[in-house]
């Protein structure tokens, strides 16, 4: 019995019309009190559900001496409930293939939310260094492409102060340094949490790239210090991404 109720669920009828289908087939025609009993259902739900099981085809009635009378249709009905539910499915899925192109048109590509600051000079930089070490936990890794000697021009003893709070809080540092940087690089290469290598490049470059996570900062050191932090994912994973490629051509 079970196994029956489950299986007229999984074809679409509910609960209570499997209740009253299943009593109408022990009962045979009856009226509207003997099925809630039988079914074991509120007299004020029967009527709703008797009228959904006529509308799929599973339920008829008759007047006898002017007294309504339900019965349950032959279990074959079943299967032409079936078919019905099939045309109508198919008639739905061609209709929304119509409209699909409407529908598409009308969702709109979510522009991620992009928050930037400038922060200038020496001290800009440090700032962003410190704010951003601050979010960073143990075990996280930092990474750094593209610095250059310039990049520790006024800055040497900053950087040595920095490193040490990194290394004090078990964030790594990945660093891919212009050639022109080695005498920095060699000395930072000794240091702990830290991984250095050298780009195959000899162009001299004012720009470097740092990402701290779902941040992404582009610093400068021409003329005047400059750095642009970019708060989002996207763009941070997407300068991961070249900072990934540089690093595999990269030299120890």
Known sequence: MQELKQTLEDI?????????????????????????????????KLKPILQKLIEKGLVNYFLKEKKTFYEASKPNKILDYLERKESEFKKEKELVK???????????????????????????????????????????????FGNSGCSYEGMVGYWD?????????????????????????????????TKVRYLPTNKKSHTWVEIYGNTLVIAC???????????????????KTYFDLLWKISKK
């Open 221 to 239: 050191r021409y003329k005047k210090p400059m750095a642009v932090v970019i708060e989002n994912e996207l763009y941070a994973e997407s300068f």
């Open 12 to 44: 679409g009828l509910t609960k209570g019309e499997i209740k009253v289908y299943l009593a109408l087939l022990e009962l045979g025609p009856s009226r509207h009190s003997d099925i809630y009993k039988k079914a074991d259902i509120s007299a004020s």
């Open 161 to 193: 102060y920095f490193n040490k709070k990194r290394e004090k809080k078990k964030v790594w540092a990945y660093i891919a340094y212009n050639p022109d940087a080695k005498e920095f690089g060699k000395k930072r290469g000794k240091e702990p949490y």
């Open 98 to 144: 119509k409209i699909l192109p409407s529908l598409n048109l009308l969702q709109k590509e979510k522009i991620p939310v992009v928050e930037s600051k400038i922060y200038e000079g020496l001290e800009g930089l440090k700032t962003v260094r410190e704010r951003n070490l601050e979010k960073m936990k143990p075990g996280e890794i930092i990474y750094y």
